[in-house]
T-cell receptor, first 113, second 111 residues
Framework: DSGVTQTPKHLITATGQRVTLRCSPR?????VYWYQQSLDQGLQFLIQ???????AKGNILERFSAQQFPDLHSELNLSSLELGDSALYFC????????????FGAGTRLSVL | GESVGLHLPTLSVQEGDNSIINCAYS??????FIWYKQESGKGPQFIID?????DKRQGQRVTVLLNKTVKHLSLQIAATQPGDSAVYFC??????????FGGGTRVLVKP
């Protein structure tokens, strides 16, 4: 167990809908990262938050947004969902903002029908 | 469990043999590298890391080698066990905090 908790484990929704994925980092970790894993794209970095502030941005679509709350948990919001958004979404956390080991949660499997 | 990457390169290894997984990275400015293991239905699990000022680092049954000249990273697993069957990813970090992952290699351990 990595100590990173993601909910829900599975999510099934329809195109055009909006969902929120939740992540609780390891105790003491200030950074949270979001990744998307699909069969044809591998693991893609989406966004990082450090102590409540956005720190780095990857290939995150404008339809997607994230935030980190004062208690350091994070949410990833996916809107206007498309079939191609079906993937595994992972959250990772690390102690600091850079050159730290990232510990991954078990992921949320999103299926857009 | 989940199927990660249906068309991943696959390394089949006999139980007890040593495994070597290779990774070519793209950015000569990358200064930190990590190997992760992902079992079916689970998130990536940290195995070992190495900074660019080193060329070798050893852990428990694992060794990472870094060759910056040719931008190559390898993970050696000694005495491979059935529990080592998984997909292995290398990741590199350049400026900033973004980890860029390789495509992964599936390791199948034959009894």
């Amino acid at each position: 167990d990595s100590g990173v908790t993601q909910t829900p484990k599975h999510l099934i929704t329809a195109t055009g809908q909006r969902v929120t994925l939740r992540c609780s980092p390891r105790s003491g970790d200030l950074s949270v990262y979001w990744y998307q894993q699909s069969l044809d794209q591998g693991l893609q970095f989406l966004i990082q938050y450090y102590n409540g502030e956005e720190r780095a941005k990857g290939n995150i679509l404008e339809r997607f947004s994230a935030q980190q709350f004062p208690d350091l948990h994070s949410e990833l919001n996916l809107s206007s969902l498309e079939l191609g958004d079906s993937a595994l979404y992972f959250c990772a956390s690390s102690v600091g903002g850079s050159l730290n080991i990232q510990y991954f949660g078990a992921g949320t499997r999103l299926s857009v029908l | 469990g989940e199927s990660v990457g249906l068309h991943l390169p696959t390394l089949s290894v006999q139980e007890g043999d040593n495994s070597i997984i290779n990774c070519a990275y793209s950015n000569s400015a990358s200064d930190y590298f990590i190997w992760y293991k992902q079992e079916s239905g689970k998130g990536p699990q940290f195995i070992i890391d190495i900074r660019s000022n080193m060329d070798k680092r050893q852990g428990q049954r694992v060794t990472v080698l870094l060759n910056k000249t040719v931008k190559h990273l390898s993970l050696q697993i000694a005495a491979t066990q059935p529990g080592d069957s998984a997909v292995y990813f290398c990741a590199e970090k350049a400026a900033g905090n973004k980890l860029t992952f390789g495509g992964g290699t599936r390791v199948l351990v034959k009894p």
